[in-house]
């Protein structure tokens, strides 16, 4: 409590010893303040809606009726018998595990190759950073070209040293990988410019005392210092990447619609066929809140396993 | 290391560099080939980069003309505008509360931060659908902007970056006699420009080319943005026309492209100091 | 009344006392360095005073001025910090003008368009202009004011520091060890700077640094903080030459003043060789093991005759003068004498000598670490009557 | 003044169409004015984006839907009910060429949901010089599946990347119900109990399919690769809409000899073909609105908008006034023979089969999925129609 | 033979020559101190030393190994790095152990996983182990073995350092200001610390530093370094009594030494007040101008009586002794002068005073820098002859 002493003296002296609390209310309050947009958003735009959606997932709702009922969990029963969903589930773990190690690792080879490199580092950065910036939309068309199994500028290279090249896009057998090379054109970008941001800043005093301590190839230096200051890097780009593969939707939307035969069906693009397609929300909304569930269960598995591997200290 | 000779470890780098860019601009040399031919020249069965007949102003021309493009692009940089800056000016807040304050429920948001870097709009489009129409405001900017102005990874990475700030900088501010907006507004917005960059790159790259919620909000061709002009050439059922279509996209894509390279050194920075690399 | 003055000012952090009621008076214009330490808690005081930081309990009055809760945003306390905290994105004109815009314009008057148009901006900012420009000629960086931080050398961010302090005339002055970042050369250069500035500007000032030099060579007054508590406040000399606390005794001087325990003999003397001094009565009875100190200095090195007998184990070049590492042969003690090179030269590692030192010179300190008055016993003879 | 908000899908085939017919319509009346919405990019995606629209203040006031989608939108409620409109109009109307089969094309269960605006029938384009090559004669092209067969095999022959045969399955039912109605047969019974496609006429049209593959090697082409492929020449026979016509003949430019063909029929006496296209229908449920709405369906359905339709795209007149009178048509056909083949199959066109049920899309999907079993040989004809048929039955409603 | 020899070494960076023929010989055991002001190319030597960078042309040889083309990883060199530059993920043992895993297995016997199964690995490991904790009992580091260096302290990171770099047992041993990183106290410590152990590996170091009192208080010679070029290479007492140049003698010495530029006398003698010294006749005749060097602790303080006239400007004290700055009032030159408390008692700033210096004491340098050799002029009486 401020304790005014002296106010009877000419010159009035003062106090300051302000209960910590006091103090520390009032940051408290600015804190509260300043975040407060921000909390207001996010409860409007992020958790207003996944309630919403968690409500929905119990119910019948379809878009065009109006009034719905609430179901339990039979939507919930529906969706372990149906085989559209666990093709889409096994698919899009298919697609995942494809380009999330790809990509993380083409970036960080490419990384490597272009921080080692003294020219051309802008051209190459840009160079693969393109298709990170790219509309989807209107590169798909180009992807559709590129893979085209008669007039394809892919296969047509192809034939040139006598492979026949497989109909990427159209059969079933090879429908996922050419997505997945899709995948890792678009991602492999921003995996780079994070590592290439990482790299720099490891100290160079590291790899002089792994030459002198006898590292004498690129090799050792890389399993010796690179990788293991690269950590926090590596994790933050898994997470982003692996979170990024398990939401692809647009390039199968714009070139395959799912097919041939479910063969590109991904858990995304179900839940929109589902919803917006199919008009069936409360069943669309169940495989969202599964779909949520397999993103934070996984965020947590990685983060439990990594976290504690990448930060020295 | 050095940049001086060309040893052959050197060479080989360089080619395997050159064929990767190569390979990962092959799309783009293709589109910018396609965007000079004429419908005819476009599927044909020999490959050439080269038009037979020189198409591109027409083909610029059409695409210039068949949809709207001024429309188009401002739409685009307004949307991506005001999404911008609205993230900024709410992430940034809230980070530096979170980062520099005596905040109890830090921890808290710090929760709500990672797990709304998981939701995807995809998500939870459908409610907000609803919303947006129980109020009124689809098929308007706000309908196109407001999901997105609250951005939980501008908060994460702004984060990491005042974090690395001195608290000396801002005990001398407060000295100096600024309140805690005033130290935000002439202390940390004017030292945080590589992470805004940084941000602004991912953000409007994003919002750029997001198709799928102006999919959903917009049906009147006023609010579209440029995705979905593009869309206008991309129908489904027959041949298209090719060649206005990737002059559309180059038209599209450019601005993202310049933006970029002007910002690109600031970004690599940014990245840098914002420790999303760890 | 003191300019300022700290009363039993106390400050816990998550249960742990790191300030232990520390009281201190400054008068106008004096230089107070606060030494200490790290993590003695010097910062957390300077803090405190600067409204930074609340203290738990105690009182703070600065000449008439009510800080009862203010901010650090309204006390009229300057402070220069460690890191220099200037505005990277400021010029060096800029950094110096912001505690004056802060201060003088309104709110109405600093917004960035806007501003130029209310009344009175203009003169209030032509006004600001010429006091920074003032500040910068009286500090000599009148040709860095258009550079950023970054463009300029650690003296010169040190010196714009100081500026962006001094220029609103505060009331105090407080400093954390601002010229820490310096390399050793600038630093003994920019103390006299600092020496200079604060003569000229006659603020009552708190300079903090764990530097005993700095503290000696620059303050008015010292005072040596240990552990959260203030142990001495003294002038420079009277600190190196009459510390009341062991730990003062320690802290302060370089190379470390060497520190013997030992018992007081029954005579009620205690001593170094040949140099003895006696204790009072009542301190003889309360403690009969006490700490001697002997500051290197004082310490006389001689192949043979009379002293201690010890070892030479290392001895340090230093071109004006030699420290000389050595071992007492009796109690295996480590004894630091500091010689000029004529003195010392001959010496080798090794070697066996004889050490002296001058009774005037020995402090006395009891087991709790306080200092107890003793008188030098000059005559060696009497010393060996009263043995006898 | 009254504003009509108007949405339309597939802007590829009608964006021009549509600036035409709306523009000429408000000069006309002048007090109406016509704004689009943002065109879908297919049919589906269009009754997609109404029914989620609808009862929404972003409804348009028009839109145009596929013909086998009106049954859906109207369980829904979507769509105005026109007949006491053409009630009001009787006269006019079959004055405007608007036939009882034209109107029909657009009822659902006899009521009158829409006005047909666009519609098509499957025909077949081909590649002259190819077939010229593979030692056929373009002038006298194939007229039954087995022929189309053998000379697909030839073209195949060919080598350098040839490919005999595109045929259309993606995407819907449509290209299923050519072969399934040129057969005899039909979707389900009469009374919708059961499902009937994969009867005798089912396995014979999935077996044409069957066989095109295995007998004249036809790949599994995604829909934009089985077009590029074609106008790139490198595709003998392509089976589609004729709705596609005016694209086609754009993109091929002078690339090849590109020429039109009726389509085979498995049964070339009974043989029915399906109608493609689009009715448009009004949405508004404001009465004011409701009035202007009706003036435009009838002037984009009627003669002029008929007049700009087919040759801007390839579909047949849905109107008799504008197919016969040379002030819209007449003519037309005479200078522009490829358009002939669509116009020859009118007679034989009855609706395209929209499934009862909520389930109607994913019907749909059903079918197609099972083709794509056949076109990549990982089902026989006869597994793909029984699973076909087992997966549509429970999605049928049940009565 | 030497131990280690470098002849002639040079290196150039985009086209700044930054080593301009550097050569150097260490006998086996010599512990060789390389200072020089910041830049001076002091960390390139040491790099090239260590086959981390290749030099322009010169030799290296360690023994009778020639290393000039040899790759970092193939010399026997070990290098301790001022960052520590310790890996931050492996533990200290792991740390200390990485010279040796890298040396003594193959690459197969390395793997993760498959390592442990090749035949002689788990001897090799185990000898490894037994050399790592050898290493840290005699460091006094065991007890920190599993820690992490973001868990330890810079001391003890800076031992651990030491530990990876001895652990191998190399031919040469480099430092790179190992201990600029640690507080002043830590640093005195520390310094005893790598003499000793420096004294028990008996293996030529070359240690960097641009702290003269650590070069000249640990090093058997010392190496100085200006711009590239090594000025001066020899025993601490010489570099400080006897610098051939002038950058040596500036570089050298806490407080620096005081500089007068003055002209030669034409009876070619030099000097401060009483304290003159003769030049040779050949020296005389080349240059007129030289500068004249006086180390503070040679310039005496009266109030009155002989010597040059100056006033005091500024006094510092420091405990054992007193830094006294004053102006003389002829040249208006700033003078310091170092003095012990009790010489300079009673001095306050602003006092006139007389300044002396000892002649044998003066160094003459000239406009080159060289040092000019001099010998003092004892008798003032006979200078006085020789003006007349
Ligand atoms: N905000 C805080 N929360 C918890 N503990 C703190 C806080 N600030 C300081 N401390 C602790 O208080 C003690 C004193 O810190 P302080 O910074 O005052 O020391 P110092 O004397 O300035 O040391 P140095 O010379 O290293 O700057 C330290 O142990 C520190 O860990
Ligand atoms: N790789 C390099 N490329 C270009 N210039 C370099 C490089 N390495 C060093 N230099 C330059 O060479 C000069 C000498 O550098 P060096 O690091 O050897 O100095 P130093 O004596 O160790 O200084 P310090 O005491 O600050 O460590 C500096 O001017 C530096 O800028
Ligand atoms: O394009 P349309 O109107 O002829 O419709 C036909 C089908 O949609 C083609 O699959
Ligand atoms: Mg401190
Ligand atoms: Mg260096």
Known sequence: MAEVIASSSPSPVSVRAIPRSDADRHEARAAWMLAAPAILLTFLFIILPVCAVVTLGFTDFELGYSGFRFVGFENYAELLNDRTFKQSLWNTFIYAAIVAPVSIFLALGLAMLIEAEGIGRSFFRTAYFLPVASLIVAMATVWQYLFHPSIGPINALLALVGIEGPNWLGASSTVLYSLALIGIWQTVGFNLVLFLAGLTAIPRDLYSAAEVDGARSAWDRFRLVTWPMLGPTTLFVTTISVINAVKVFETVKTLTEGGPNKASEVLLFTIYQEGFVYLRVGYASAMTVVFLLILIVLMFVQYRIQDRQVHYT | ?278 | MSALSLRAIEKSFNGNQILKGVSLDAEPGEFIALVGPSGCGKSTLLRILAGLETADSGMITVGDQDLTKLQAAACNVAMVFQSYALYPHLTAAQNIAVPLVMRRLTRAQRLPLLGPLMPGQRQAVAEIKRDVRDMAVSLKIDHLMDRKPGQMSGGQRQRVALGRAMVRRPAVFLMDEPLSNLDANLRVHARGEIVDLHRRAGVPTVYVTHDQAEALSMADRVAVMIGGALLQLAPPAVIYDDPRHIEVAKFVGQPRINLLSMQVDTDGTVGFGEARCGLSRIDVAAASSVTLGIRPEFVSVSREGRGMPAKVERIEFLGSEIIVHSRLDQSGDTMIAKLTPAEGAGLTAGMPIRLNAAPERLFVFAQDGRRLFSTPVMDSDLRERAYG | DTTLTVHYPMPGFFKDVMDTISKKFMEENPDITIQFANPSATYEEGIQTIMRQAGTSEMPDLTFIGLNRLRMADERGIPVDMGPLIQNDQNSMAEQGFSDTILKLAQVNGKQVGLAFATSNPIMYYNADLVKQAGGNPDNPPKTWDEVIALGAKIKALGNGVDSIDFRWQGDDWMFSALLFGAGGTMLNEDESEVTFNGPEGQKAMEIIDRMVKEAGMPVFTKPAGEQAFVAGKVGFAFQTTGALRNTIKNVGEKFDLRTAEIPLIDPENGKLPTGGNAVVILTKDEAKQDAAWKFAKFAAGPYGASVVVPGTGYVPNNELAAKSPEYLGDFYKENPLFQAGLKQMPRMIPWYAFPGANGVRVTQAIVDNTSRVVDQSATPQEALDDAASEVKRLLPRK
């Not at chain 2, 943005?225 to 038209?251: N, Q, S, V």
């Not at chain 2, 599209?252 to 690599?268: E, G, N, S, W, Y």
């Open chain 2, 1 to 278: 290391m050095t940049s001086n000779g060309f040893p052959p470890a050197r060479i080989a780098r360089l080619a395997l560099l050159g064929f990767g860019a190569l390979v990962f601009l092959s799309p783009y040399i293709f589109m910018i080939s396609t965007a000079g031919k004429t419908q005819s020249d476009i599927f044909t069965s020999s490959l050439t980069l080269i038009p037979q007949r020189w198409y591109f102003f027409e083909n610029f021309a059409k695409a210039w003309s068949r949809v709207s493009m001024p429309t188009l692009l401002f739409n685009g940089v307004v949307v991506c505008l005001l999404i911008l800056v609205i993230q900024v000016i709410v992430a940034v807040p809230c980070a530096y509360a979170m980062a520099k304050l005596k905040f109890r429920a830090a921890r808290a948001m710090m929760v709500l931060v990672m797990l709304g870097l998981l939701v995807p709009i995809h998500a939870t489009a459908l409610p907000l659908y609803v919303g947006f129409d129980r109020v009124g405001a689809l098929n308007s900017y706000v309908a196109l902007v407001a999901p997105f102005t609250i951005s939980v990874f501008g908060i994460f990475l702004f984060l990491q970056f005042f974090r690395s700030m001195p608290d000396d900088l801002i005990h001398a501010a407060r000295l100096d006699g600024m309140s805690e907006v005033g130290i935000i507004a002439r202390v940390i917005v004017p030292n945080a420009w590589p992470a805004i960059t940084a941000f602004s790159i991912f953000s409007v790259v994003a919002h750029w080319n997001d198709l799928y919620w102006p999919l959903i909000v917009v049906s009147n061709q006023a609010y579209a943005t440029p995705p979905l002009g593009l869309l206008y050439f991309r129908a489904a059922e027959a041949g298209d026309d090719y060649g206005a279509l990737m002059a559309a996209t180059l038209i599209i894509t450019f601005p993202l492209v310049a933006a970029f390279l002007l910002a690109q050194k600031r970004f690599v920075e940014g990245i840098t100091m914002t420790g999303l690399k760890g």
